[in-house]
């Protein structure tokens, strides 16, 4: 297998989006709707070095979308034709339109420059999402892939992401899923077939360097 050209050369901050995945308070907050993952999320470091990577991507100019999943109070328009759908609906914390729930999570930062997508259906941030046309009209070619989690929707954004010709980049220590020995196995296994590998000091390195987007003034 030939190897992957190198991580500089991948992120150039002309030309990179950051996205978070399902980054928000009901998921992997203090409103937490699934305890396990936003423990692990938590104690393995994972969220902090989102929060890392979406400090460094503002620094450096590199575009931040945030994907949030969310459903309407009744449901309308939402699947239900998996058992993770059914069991969402009968959580103590659901990620409802309007609620705290579906906030961009603590110690993530938004800022006005960043972009939010909502999405009421599916796993994927980015099938049936704006999110391919916004990374269209952004001029990305390569796509960072943070959040959680490592069992649904990181895959799927990744696989989705390289689907439609992007190049997809994961740095591995801020991804979390549960069990917690499952995410690495899935990065090794998975997502390093399709992907490149890197680490947040890694990522955060390559945002650095001079030649980013300007921010308006």
Do not use: K, W
């Not at 590199?62 to 999943?69: D, K, P, R, S, T």
């Not at 992007?166 to 801020?174: M, N």
């Amino acid at each position: 297998m030939s190897s992957s050209p190198p991580l500089g050369d991948l992120l150039d901050p002309r030309h990179t989006v950051l996205l978070t995945v399902e980054c928000q308070r009901g998921v992997v907050g203090p409103d937490e709707a699934l305890p396990e993952l936003a423990l692990a999320a938590r104690s393995s470091g994972a969220l902090d070095n989102v929060a890392r990577l979406v400090a460094g991507a503002h620094e450096s100019g590199v575009q931040v979308i945030h994907a949030l999943a969310e459903r309407r109070p009744d449901g309308r328009g939402a699947n239900r034709n998996a058992r993770l759908f059914r069991a969402a609906e009968r959580l103590p914390v659901r990620q409802l339109t309007g609620t705290a729930a579906v906030q961009v999570a603590p110690p993530i930062e938004v800022t006005e420059e960043d972009l939010v997508v909502r999405r009421l259906h599916g796993l994927s941030p980015i099938q049936g999402t704006d999110v391919d046309a916004l990374l269209r009209n952004l001029g990305c070619r390569t796509l960072v892939v943070a959040g959680v989690s490592a069992n649904v929707a990181i895959p799927n954004a990744v696989f989705d992401a390289v689907n439609r010709g992007y190049t997809a980049v994961v740095p591995a220590d801020a991804v979390a899923g549960v069990p917690s020995d499952y995410t690495p196995a899935m990065i090794r296994h998975t997502l390093a077939l399709v992907a490149t590998v890197a680490t947040t000091d890694e990522v955060l390195a390559c945002f650095a360097r001079p030649g980013g987007r300007l921010r308006p003034e």
